[in-house]
């Protein structure tokens, strides 16, 4: 079964520490995402990868960075957590076209105290 | 730009009652559109999608149809379950955009009584 794979499902961080958010798949997609969830907001892209090493800014990406050194992880970086980064994050994968849509990992609902 | 707009929620209806949720969207050019269905605790997962104008998705007893003259792709399902209590989610692609990106509408929570 074809999956992505957030490293963990709750996080509970304090403000000022750097948090990683790690995301694996295993479907040799070329492109990976992240984004955030928030009530009444929907889903908002951070940022997303489209090959290894590459990454391009989304909608939202001020005070978050990424890196991706493989093809088959993504990882969100949050340099100093603050309390209004505390969300829903949803790693995805897809190949180059939206044609066969994404494929979601279950999500990492972090918390900043 | 791009946007998706949705009908708020929550959605409450009774087992086997019918359900519409309504889809509109902006967008330049002829986007693909999907609904995506995330279930409690999990993330989302693709539902059904239509990528030209007329096309009809279907899956697990939704539809959604692809109408351009209305910028509308609105989800229906006929007799609804307590199993499909969930937030739906209409996106759009640009068949333009070279990333694959979707533009994600706000969600609606549909709750399912029995």
């Known amino acids: 079964d074809v999956k992505v794979t957030q490293s963990s499902r709750y996080l509970v961080k304090r403000t000022g520490e750097k948090v990683f958010l790690e995301c694996v798949q295993d479907?040799?997609?070329?492109?990976m995402f992240w984004y955030r969830q928030d009530p009444g907001l929907g889903l908002r892209l951070i940022y997303f990868?489209?090959?290894?090493?590459?990454?391009e800014k989304g909608d939202i990406p001020e005070g978050y960075s990424v890196s991706r050194e493989k093809k088959e992880r993504f990882s969100l970086i949050l340099e100093s957590a603050s309390t209004n980064q505390t969300s829903m994050y949803l790693c995805?994968?897809?190949?180059?076209?939206?044609?066969?849509?994404?494929?979601f990992g279950s999500g990492t609902r972090l918390t900043v105290v | 730009g791009d946007s998706v707009t949705q009908m708020e929620g929550p959605v409450t209806l009774s087992e086997e009652a019918f359900l519409t949720i309504n889809c509109t969207y902006t967008?330049?050019?002829?986007?693909?559109l999907f609904w995506y269905v995330q279930y409690p605790g999990e993330g989302l997962q693709l539902l059904l999608k239509?990528?030209?104008?007329?096309d009809k998705g279907s899956n697990k007893g939704f539809e959604a149809t692809y109408r351009k003259e209305t910028t509308s792709f609105h989800l229906e399902k006929g007799s609804v379950q307590v199993s499909d209590s969930a937030v739906y989610f209409c996106?759009?692609?640009?068949?333009?955009?070279?990333?694959?990106?979707?533009?994600f509408g706000a969600g609606t929570q549909v709750v399912v009584t029995p």
């Open positions: 239509a990528t030209k104008a007329d």
């Open positions: 996106a759009l692609s640009r068949t333009t955009d070279s990333w694959g990106k979707f533009q």
């Open positions: 995805a994968s897809s190949f180059p076209t939206a044609f066969y849509g994404y494929t």
């Open positions: 990868s489209y090959d290894v090493k590459m990454k």
């Open positions: 967008a330049t050019g002829y986007p693909s």
């Open positions: 479907m040799d997609h070329e492109n």
